[in-house]
């Protein structure tokens, strides 16, 4: 089986390179392949007739997007399109990963988000995601659409952030009103994995760690595996206003992805996993 893997470098190809690493696998970044380019895109798999693409590649600055929409829509929008386009025309099968951010997170916090839910972002980057699924799911039938949230692994991330401010400080302020599921790159790549092997019907899927907290506790865990004697306040989204707004409720429900028999960890033990193996 021959695997194509674009935006290869980032935080979520390196597991995805990692665990299909039996497979035949091209793995290429914007230097070797850029998915915005079409005529690119369309000689490039025409020539390698891929069985899969792994589209790993995005625009992931959330709040700088805000200022930048036109770059963040031909990366996260045109670029799943072209892919689309040249997975269709050569029978491939098109792997996407996409965001909650395509939701507006005002959901109540008594319930979470499941894959038809009514879709409506509020920041650019959450606009150009939603542009790209439709993309997707307009330019070919062989797709899946993973959305995950709040990633962390081999890349700059939250648990590296605050792994370093609990060295640096004696207390951090942690936004306490927002919540989700954490999603360690390992367990997302895994899911994609078991995906390809087991030949899950196409589709969208909520694709991240199981169970739900929100940023404070999220760190005190954090501290807590990490021996970290930092102290956690708990704040308000309003108290840390960012560029791109937050949203309140980030819970996507996994019933879907485990309806069709694949397991997903809970984000406790993720992050236990991370701590011992990947920032030993
Ligand atoms: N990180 C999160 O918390 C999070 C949450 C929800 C969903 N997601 C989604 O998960 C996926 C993976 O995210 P990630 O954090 O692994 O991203 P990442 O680390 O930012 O990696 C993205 C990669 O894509 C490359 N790239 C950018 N423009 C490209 C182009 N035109 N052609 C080819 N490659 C290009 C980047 O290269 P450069 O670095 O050179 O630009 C980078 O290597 C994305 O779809 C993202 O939207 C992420």
């Known amino acids: 089986m021959k695997i194509l893997i674009t935006g290869a470098n980032g935080m979520l190809a390196k597991a995805v390179r990692e665990r299909l690493k039996n497979y035949e696998l091209i793995c290429t970044d914007v230097e070797e392949l850029d998915i ?10 025409k020539e390698l007739k891929p069985d899969y693409i792994v589209n790993c590649a995005a625009y992931t600055a959330v709040d700088k997007a805000e200022e930048d929409y036109d770059l963040a829509e031909k990366i996260n929008a045109d670029g799943p399109k072209n892919l689309a386009i040249a997975a269709k025309e050569n029978g491939a099968t098109l792997v996407h990963v996409s965001t909650d951010y395509v939701f507006d997170g005002n959901l109540s916090t008594d319930k979470v988000y499941v894959e038809n839910d009514k879709t409506e972002p509020v920041t650019v980057y959450g606009v150009t995601k939603l542009h790209g699924e439709e993309a997707v799911e307009q330019n070919t039938d062989k797709y ?8 962390y692994g081999d890349g700059n991330n939250f648990v ?12 951090v302020n942690v936004v306490a009103d927002q919540h989700g599921s954490p999603t360690y790159s390992v367990d997302l790549a895994n899911i994609i994995g078991n995906a390809i092997e087991k030949n899950i019907p196409y589709g969208v899927y909520h694709s991240t760690n199981e169970r739900y907290t929100t940023w404070y506790d999220f760190t005190k865990k954090i501290y807590e595996l990490a021996n970290l004697n930092c102290k956690v306040n708990p704040v308000t989204s309003e108290e840390f206003v960012r560029p791109a707004k937050r949203p309140k409720n980030s819970m996507l429900s996994k019933e879907k992805l485990k309806s069709v028999g694949i397991e997903i960890p809970l984000w406790e033990n993720a992050l236990d996993r991370y701590l011992k193996n990947d920032l030993k």
């Open 160 to 171: 590296r952030t605050m792994l370093k401010l609990g060295k640096e400080r004696e207390e």
């Open 144 to 151: 899946y659409i993973f959305r995950t949230a709040w990633l």
């Open 36 to 45: 915005t380019n079409k005529e690119e895109v369309q000689k490039y798999v």
